[in-house]
């Protein structure tokens, strides 16, 4: 081998060492799981006229405690009403949910590693870890996440598990229908068909092709957290 | 205190010491139950592995279909809460039973619905 050949190999060799650990650096930050899925939803602000069956099934669902004092109240999805400034302008129902971002700064915040993104993307409680110490609700921008303030009794669904005393509960996508393959039950519960959930990462998929219809917006998408519930007309 | 008196109350003291090996050695001639508490088992099937194994690590079976589940979205059905209901139908005649008395207290149950048969007792007639 040549001299000259010796070194430009050398110069290959070093930059493909120096390009390698950048690049699986950036695989490594991507949520990605075993099958590929990433989950996200688009809510369709248009057809929505806040009729509320969406929040009231999610609580039934979820076993979300309901306490005669408003403000300790807990609330997986709620749904706001806002009114722009202009005149003569409608109000407009909004459903606000855990936006089940790919940053999030409630995982950071954990000092017990309770909250964390799974695999396919899903923003997760693990409730048997978490000391309800209620830094993740100060750190949502969302206001997605409640603390169970008082005992409660009984559950109105058994199938899974209520969340007890003590400890701070969210929007988990209804993760367990979701293992089994089924929606989440606002978007079963919705019959205008107001909100879609599915696979981002499946070009083909519903939620996708909203997506990229270019119409949608996030909730403070200032904050550059990787929101993944997108809304048509907000 | 006189010498008499003296040998009467080293003799009360060793019978009160003594009682309980009595009272056991004669349960134990009479051939009464050797387990202080009666569980109710299933009348059918296999438990998820053995009785033995069951009785000494089925917290730990539990814990790790826990993280599983939770972590991993991996969702192992035999050893989840779930599950156990299907054939240890009441809590209370079973895990409270046993919990009770070694003194463990699980909270577990607070969040995971596992009727006791008062509340199975209740739902049927409320139906």
Redesign the interface.
Known sequence: MERRDFLKLGGIVAAAGAVAPASSLLYASKVESKNGNKYGMVIDLTKCDGCGECVSACRTANNVATFPDEKINNHLLRIAHVKSKFPNSQEQAIPLMCMHCDNPPCVHVCPVKASFVRKDGIVLIDKHRCIGCRYCMVACPYKARSFVFKHHEGSSNPEVPKTMHGVVEKCEFCVSRVDHGQLPVCVETCKKGVMSFGNLNDKDSQVSRLITSGRVHRVREDLHLGAKVYYLGL | MNKFMAKIVVLIFALVLLSPFVVNAVRGVMGSSATAIDLVLPESGECVKDKEYMRANHMDILKEA?VKT????V?IKDYSL?NCQTCHTNRDEFCDRCHNYVGVKP?CF????F?TSKERKERCEGN
């Open positions: 826990r939770v972590r991993d979205g969702r779930k909270e607070e969040c995971h619905h009727p």
